[in-house]
């Protein structure tokens, strides 16, 4: 059974730094690009970041792309999201998800979120 | 980086009625491949986000139905045939053409 759950979250103050992990079970993150999500209160989901199946690309959107680093360790099938000077807009949910692998679909595979909240 | 419109940005509906989702792309969806990447998800409240349809029209297996998708090129749409109570919640088309990856603005649906 197919299970991923985030951790790391936690109250911070603006401009310090916090690391996300995702841990997977009953899947190889290695198959898989994967990808982290969040949702702010009051706001819906926002694609983040995502590192490519052989791991060698990553995208980011602009406004996370020079403090948010996401990375892999294959052995310990967990990913990372390393968040460095983090800002009050950045609290939110945070999801990691899956990408396609090889099958047709991607983003079916969801934990329950890590809560982060910036707050001085 | 192309940008996902949704509407409308809530929905109340009696139960047992229909209920459809516009999503649309500032750029054409269709990938080199000739494959669009255009999935629909639902998110309960306290929930995560959960796989409806794939590939614009595909259901995941186990879903409803009721739930349909179509559209093509930069227009789609998702549509419950007949809306149940455990349908509420908030629905998001998501492109995975062309990184960077987005999400439409999301759609609340309520029951009347």
């Known amino acids: 059974q197919v299970q991923v759950v985030e951790s790391g979250g936690a109250v911070v103050q603006p401009g310090r730094s916090l690391r996300l992990s995702c841990v997977g079970s009953?899947?190889?993150?290695?198959?898989?690009?994967m990808h982290w999500v969040r949702r702010a209160p009051g706001k819906g989901l926002e694609w983040l970041t995502t590192?490519?199946?052989?791991?060698?690309?990553?995208y980011s959107i602009d406004s996370v792309k020079d403090r948010f680093t996401i990375s892999v360790d294959d052995s310990k099938n967990t990913l990372y999201l390393q968040m460095n000077n983090l800002r009050t807009e950045d609290t939110a949910v945070y999801y990691c998800?899956?990408?396609?692998?090889?099958?047709?679909?991607?983003?079916?595979?969801w934990g329950q979120g890590t809560q982060v909240t910036v707050s001085s | 980086d192309i940008v996902m419109t949704q509407s409308p940005l809530s929905s109340l509906v009696t139960l047992g009625q229909p209920a459809s989702i516009s999503c649309r792309s500032s750029?054409?969806?269709?990938?080199?491949?000739?494959?669009?990447?255009l999935s629909w998800l639902h998110q309960r409240p306290g929930q995560p986000p959960r796989l409806l349809i794939y590939?614009?029209?595909n259901r995941l297996s186990g879903v409803p139905d009721r739930f349909s998708g179509s559209g093509a090129g930069t227009d789609f749409t998702l549509k419950i045939s007949r809306v149940e109570a455990e349908d509420v919640g908030v629905y998001y088309c998501?492109?995975?053409?062309?990184?960077?990856?987005?999400f439409g603005g999301g759609t609340k649906v309520e029951i009347k």
């Open positions: 998800t899956n990408g396609h692998g090889s099958r047709d679909y991607f983003f079916d595979f």
């Open positions: 009953g899947f190889l993150l290695r198959r898989f690009s």
């Open positions: 590192l490519s199946e052989d791991r060698s690309t990553i």
């Open positions: 750029q054409s969806l269709v990938h080199t491949n000739g494959i669009t990447y």
């Open positions: 590939r614009v029209s």
């Open positions: 998501v492109q995975a053409t062309q990184p960077p990856f987005a």
